[in-house]
Nanobody, 118 residues
C-alpha cells in the first residue's frame, strides 16, 4: 500500500515562495496521477494541480496558473510543488493524493500547512 508524506509548508509573507514535497513509499508512482489539493479554514477542499507521472502532463486550477509549478523526481518517487508569488488566499493545508484509476482520494498524505501573511 502506498503512503504519502508531505513537507515544506510554513509561514511566508505575501509575494514569497515555498516548495512542497510529496514523497511516496511502498509503490512506484508510475502509471498514476498525483494531485495537490488544499483546504482553507471553513472551506471545502479544492483541487490545485496534478501531474500524470508517466507523461508529465500537468493541469492547474485557474487561481494558481503562472504562479505554481508541479513536477516530479522519478529517482526519489517524489512530486514537488513550487509556489511563487504567494497570496494570503493561498493559506491552507495542502495535501497530496493519487488517482490510481478510480478517481482522486484513494490515499492521502497528512497535509502540510501553508500560511501567507499580508
Amino acid at each position: 500500500q502506498v503512503q504519502l508524506i508531505e513537507s515544506g509548508g510554513g509561514l511566508v509573507q505575501a509575494g514569497g515562495s515555498l516548495r512542497l514535497s510529496c514523497v511516496a513509499s511502498g509503490r512506484t508512482l508510475r502509471g498514476y496521477r498525483v494531485g495537490w489539493f488544499r483546504q482553507a479554514p471553513g472551506k471545502e477542499r479544492e483541487f490545485v494541480t496534478a501531474i500524470r507521472w508517466s507523461l508529465g502532463n500537468t493541469v492547474y486550477t485557474d487561481s494558481v496558473k503562472g504562479r505554481f509549478t508541479i513536477s516530479r523526481d522519478s529517482a526519489k518517487n517524489t512530486v514537488l510543488l513550487d509556489m511563487n508569488s504567494l497570496e494570503p488566499e493561498d493559506t491552507a493545508v495542502y495535501s497530496c493524493t493519487l488517482d490510481m484509476g478510480a478517481g482522486w482520494g484513494q490515499t492521502w498524505g497528512q497535509g502540510t500547512q501553508v500560511t501567507v501573511s499580508s
